[in-house]
């Protein structure tokens, strides 16, 4: 695109458009309908190529239009998934980056108990993560995405929960990463004795610690954390009352277990901490 040099009643001074000047009398610039609809046709084209619908109100187009294509043309974008669905890989990309992890597990119980007994619930283990994974696509591949769910923690009468699988893929065919476990639940012993396992997982959940007479605490065993994710905390009782497993936070961590001492007389069951869900980040 340039001025129209080649047309002499444009009026052009010094190769640009000039305004008319009443007092000297001279004329301004003229726009030859030709350049006039050739520069909105080529400033069109670059607003229709970006997907944008052309708008007389809107006079910010241009410039979306321009930052899209250079997106575009970089290979730069970003999806995340944290529900199942799908992705369509765009024109021109072959490669994409994977980063996200499955499902924490659930935090186990501690049963209800009787005087100078203890018990506490393993925490949930973490989902299994990556980072940056790399994967070559073709343009126009439909690529399905499972996002694994979280662990439940458990009750007095029901196990924790592993959390769910996350795959990427046909049946994880591209991609496919473990739930943590769920938490083992306390028994509620009296004298010093080992406390409930963790659930397996990337890392797993920590153990419980049972233990009474001089120490007077029944732990539960802290959520496992992952990159994306915080796991639950270890509650720490030394009352009458049992204190519920703790909830995690992010994605793919997994909720810590129950905990609970009873010095006197009869407390209740505790549940353990919900795990939280994993997640998928498609970058290409």
């Known amino acids: ?45 670059v607003i229709t190529a970006a ?3 052309p708008s007389e109100a809107n006079l910010t187009q241009l410039l ?15 999806q995340r998934f944290t529900a199942n669905g799908s992705f369509t890989v765009p024109e021109g990309v072959t490669k994409i980056w994977l980063s996200g992890c499955a499902g924490g597990g659930g935090g186990g119980a501690c049963p209800g108990g009787t005087s100078a007994t203890a018990s506490g619930g393993g925490g949930g283990g973490a989902g299994q993560p990556v ?9 126009g591949q439909v690529i399905p995405v499972v996002i694994g769910a979280a662990g439940v923690g458990a009750s007095a009468a ?50 419980a610690t049972d233990v009474s007479s001089n120490t007077v605490a029944g732990v539960g065993g802290a959520g496992a954390s992952g990159p ?21 936070y992010g994605y793919g961590a997994g909720g810590s277990g129950a905990g609970g001492y009873y010095l006197a007389g009869t407390g209740l069951a505790q549940p353990g901490g919900n795990g939280v869900p994993g997640f998928m980040l498609i970058e290409w």
């Open 131 to 139: 980072i940056r994974f790399p994967v070559s696509v073709t343009p």
């Open 51 to 53: 997907d944008l619908t």
């Open 228 to 248: 994306f994710g915080a796991g639950g905390c270890s509650p720490r009782s030394g009352t009458t009352a049992g204190l519920a497993g703790k909830p995690a």
């Open 1 to 45: 695109m340039d001025y129209p040099k080649s047309v002499p009643s444009a009026g052009l001074v010094n190769g640009r458009f000039v305004d008319e000047n009443p007092l000297t009398g001279t004329p301004g610039s003229l726009i030859p309908a030709d350049w006039g609809n050739g520069v909105t046709q080529e400033l069109l084209a």
């Open 158 to 207: 029901v196990l924790a929960t592993s959390g769910g699988n996350t795959l990427v893929g046909s049946a994880g065919a591209i991609l496919s990463l473990s739930g943590g476990g769920g938490g083992v639940s306390g028994v509620n012993s009296p004298g010093n004795v080992p406390g409930a396992n963790g659930g397996v997982g990337f890392p797993h959940g920590g153990d």
């Open 64 to 78: 979306s239009a321009i930052r899209s294509i250079s997106r575009k043309s970089a290979g730069l974008g970003i």
